[in-house]
């Protein structure tokens, strides 16, 4: 195991239910990413968290809300999705976001979400 | 446009057998690449990481390189297992610390 957690692993929802993606990390790491992965498609960046603090958002929706407690915890709140909003959703982190060049990212296992 | 282009876009090969993976990037300013092997239903796992001034890795059967002069990095699989069969992906870092994803190349090993 890479040493992050993601729950649930997989989730269907309605476009009208709220749900949230929970993302934990056990590496003592300073910075967690929101990834989304489509089919045969570059993952894309959603968000970017040091220290707790956002230092990016990829022009995401709002319906795609982050939350991040502290610096073990990242959670995803969505709300009233699309069915174009199916995907992986991929945590990571790694030691710094502006760390050395040659930070690893460590990956969890992804969270499959189906919007119906 | 930074963009980072991966081939075959997948690949089926019997198992014992070796196979090269590419990757062509127009990246600039160039950090490091890097490739991940993601199996299926896992999140990418980092398999080796080059820096401008190195040509080649390898991390046991599996043997990185780089032309930085072409902007091309292929990443070769020698006597492939089955447990070889997963996604992988090149990465590219600027020197402004963004990543840039390919798409990755779906490998399948058949007994």
């Given at each position: 195991e890479?040493?992050?957690?993601?729950?649930?692993?997989?989730?269907?929802?309605?476009?009208?239910?709220?749900?949230?993606?929970?993302?934990e990390?056990?590496?003592g790491?300073?910075?967690?990413?929101?990834?989304?992965?489509?089919?045969?498609?570059?993952?894309?960046?959603?968000?970017?968290?040091?220290?707790?603090?956002?230092?990016e958002?990829?022009?995401?929706?709002?319906?795609?809300?982050?939350?991040?407690?502290?610096?073990?915890?990242?959670?995803?709140?969505?709300?009233?999705?699309?069915?174009?909003?199916?995907?992986?959703?991929?945590?990571?982190?790694?030691?710094?976001?502006?760390?050395?060049?040659?930070?690893?990212?460590?990956?969890?296992?992804?969270?499959?979400?189906?919007?119906? | 446009?930074?963009?980072?282009?991966?081939?075959?876009?997948?690949?089926?090969?019997?198992?014992?057998?070796?196979?090269?993976?590419?990757?062509?990037?127009?990246?600039?300013p160039?950090?490091n690449?890097?490739?991940?092997?993601?199996?299926?239903?896992?999140?990418?796992?980092?398999?080796?990481?080059?820096?401008?001034?190195?040509?080649?890795?390898?991390?046991?059967?599996?043997?990185?390189?780089?032309?930085?002069?072409?902007?091309?990095?292929?990443?070769?699989?020698?006597?492939?297992?089955?447990?070889?069969?997963?996604?992988?992906?090149?990465?590219?870092?600027?020197?402004?610390?963004?990543?840039?994803?390919?798409?990755?190349?779906?490998?399948?090993?058949?007994?």
């Amino acid at each position: 195991e890479t040493g992050v957690t993601q729950t649930p692993r997989h989730l269907v929802m309605g476009m009208t239910n709220k749900k949230s993606l929970k993302c934990e990390q056990h590496l003592g790491h300073n910075a967690m990413y929101w990834y989304k992965q489509s089919a045969k498609k570059p993952l894309e960046l959603m968000f970017v968290y040091s220290l707790e603090e956002r230092v990016e958002n990829n022009s995401v929706p709002s319906r795609f809300s982050p939350e991040c407690p502290n610096s073990s915890h990242l959670f995803l709140h969505l709300h009233t999705l699309q069915p174009e909003d199916s995907a992986l959703y991929l945590c990571a982190s790694s030691q710094a976001k502006t760390g050395a060049s040659t930070d690893t990212q460590y990956f969890g296992p992804g969270t499959r979400l189906t919007v119906l | 446009k930074n963009q980072v282009e991966q081939s075959p876009q997948s690949l089926i090969i019997l198992e014992g057998k070796n196979c090269t993976l590419q990757c062509n990037y127009t990246v600039s300013p160039f950090s490091n690449l890097r490739w991940y092997k993601q199996d299926t239903g896992r999140g990418p796992v980092s398999l080796t990481i080059m820096t401008f001034s190195e040509n080649t890795k390898s991390n046991g059967r599996y043997t990185a390189t780089l032309d930085a002069d072409t902007k091309q990095s292929s990443l070769h699989i020698t006597a492939s297992q089955l447990s070889d069969s997963a996604s992988y992906i090149c990465v590219v870092r600027d020197s402004n610390y963004q990543l840039i994803w390919g798409a990755g190349t779906k490998l399948i090993i058949k007994p």
